[in-house]
């Protein structure tokens, strides 16, 4: 059974930065997609970035392009967010996500979320 545990949320300024790490057991990151997703209260989920191991070409939401940045590390399984220039719109629950193949469906497994606030 594939487990995902977040961690890395917290509080922080607007224009900061933090960084998510989702390690990973029950499954060797292989040839998967993992991801990050996240809900705030009262918004729809969004993807907000994914990894193809296939070919390790990266994905994001147009929101985040160029202030977030996803990476692995195969070694440890675990999946980061690197999230910079951080915005109070960027406050929701984040939640690392697995699928088998190419793309992040979010119809794989999902960890039990970590929150990030944002402050202004």
């Known amino acids: 059974e594939v487990h995902l545990q977040e961690s890395g949320g917290g509080l922080v300024q607007a224009g900061g930065s933090l960084t998510l790490s989702c390690r990973s057991s029950?499954?060797?990151?292989?040839?998967?997609?993992v991801g990050w997703f996240r809900q705030a209260p009262g918004k729809e989920r969004e993807a907000v970035a994914c990894?193809?191991?296939?070919?390790?070409?990266?994905t994001y939401a147009d929101s985040v392009k160029g202030r977030f940045t996803i990476s692995r590390h195969s070694a440890k399984n675990e999946v980061y967010l690197q999230m910079t220039s951080l915005k109070v719109e960027d406050t929701a629950s984040y939640y690392c996500?697995?699928?088998?193949?190419?793309?992040?469906?979010?119809?794989?497994?999902w960890g039990h979320g970590t929150q990030v606030t944002v402050s202004s």
């Open positions: 029950g499954f060797s990151l292989g040839d998967i997609a």
């Open positions: 990894l193809s191991s296939r070919d390790g070409s990266t």
């Open positions: 996500t697995l699928d088998l193949g190419p793309t992040c469906g979010g119809l794989g497994s």
